[in-house]
């Protein structure tokens, strides 16, 4: 079996980045992932990307997919990592359709959405509860849905949403929403949005599909007719493929300033680590990282 110098797992902004960087390196390497452009696909107006003063998260990660054709990377796409295996002084990855060898690995995986827990969620899924605005929210025209969750993810999925559905509900836990003040502003100027914090989502219920929702606000439960709930309450690190590097309590791999992680030859990038900051362009800037110091580990085997 072939082993390469270098194997780059997941194709979001930092395994791209890695990718291109580990390619001006002449770094005999591959990419694998399931999808290209990672959660960058998921983001509907960037207006934080350094050179675009407004991007849609489509756009940008097209431009990536651009960017790296140039450099004639080998992406093997729809293919999933499951495990990472230590194999003598190399590693071994097993995926959904083969087994690789790598001298180095860089964790690139991100995240995946985090769930709410609560009955009716696993009954309504796909049927009414969404985890993804950009990519279920044209399904909703003219409907009244609520937006679970006042952070950034849930600003972004009622932007996206106003456009779209006839009223909005934004659900928020504390008592206050907690994204950019300049989004919140956004927000509540948005005549067709109704926000409800200190608010916990207790039920979701319906007959084929979703129907409402009931809340606890303080000591008062609210029951509220919706034809669609998206879930934006955060999410949780893709880490789990490794079991011998050393994660934080959040399950977020942990790198120092080099992107080196706990054990010699393994690398992590972007939103699956623990880096402060969880944004596109701190992704990047990551990834870039982590083939710089991925090439200088190299240069000593």
């Not at 990592?81 to 860089?106: M, P, W």
Request: aromatic share 10%; hydrophobic share 40%; with cysteine.
């Amino acid at each position: 079996m072939r082993t390469y110098e270098l194997i780059i797992i997941g194709a979001g902004p930092a395994g791209l980045t890695s990718g291109i960087y580990a390619a001006r390196k002449k770094i005999d390497f591959i990419i694998i992932t399931k999808d290209i452009g990672g959660q960058t696909l998921y983001s509907w107006d960037i207006e934080n990307y350094i050179g675009y003063q407004f991007i849609t998260g489509v756009e940008l990660a097209e431009k990536f997919k651009e960017h790296i054709k140039e450099f004639n990377v080998e992406i093997r796409e729809n293919e999933a990592v499951i495990k990472i295996l230590k194999d003598g002084r190399s590693f071994r990855l097993v995926t959904t359709k083969n087994e690789y060898l790598a001298k180095t690995v860089i964790i690139a995986t991100g995240r995946k959405p985090r769930e709410l827990g609560i009955k009716g969620e696993n009954e309504f899924r796909n049927r009414g509860i969404t985890y993804c605005a950009t990519c279920d929210a044209p399904l909703f025209k003219d409907k009244i849905v609520a937006v679970v969750g006042g952070g950034n993810a849930g600003l972004d999925a009622v932007l996206q949403l106003s456009r779209i559905a006839d009223k909005i509900y934004l659900i928020e836990v504390k008592s206050e929403l907690t994204g950019d003040k300049f989004v919140v502003e956004k927000v509540k100027e948005i005549k067709k949005v109704e926000i409800f914090v200190n608010s916990k989502i207790m039920e979701i219920y319906g007959d084929k599909f979703v129907n409402g929702v009931k809340l606890r606000r303080n000591d008062e439960i609210i029951d509220i007719k919706v034809n669609g709930i998206f879930v934006e309450i955060g999410s949780i690190p893709n880490s789990e493929i490794i079991d011998f590097v050393e994660k934080n309590e959040y399950g977020e791999i942990i790198v120092d300033c080099k992107n080196k992680t706990s054990y010699p030859g393994i690398f992590a990038a972007g939103d699956v680590t623990n880096v402060f900051a969880k944004q596109i362009i701190v992704a990047c800037g990551e990834g870039a990282k982590a083939s710089i110091s991925c090439f200088e580990y190299l240069k000593y085997l």
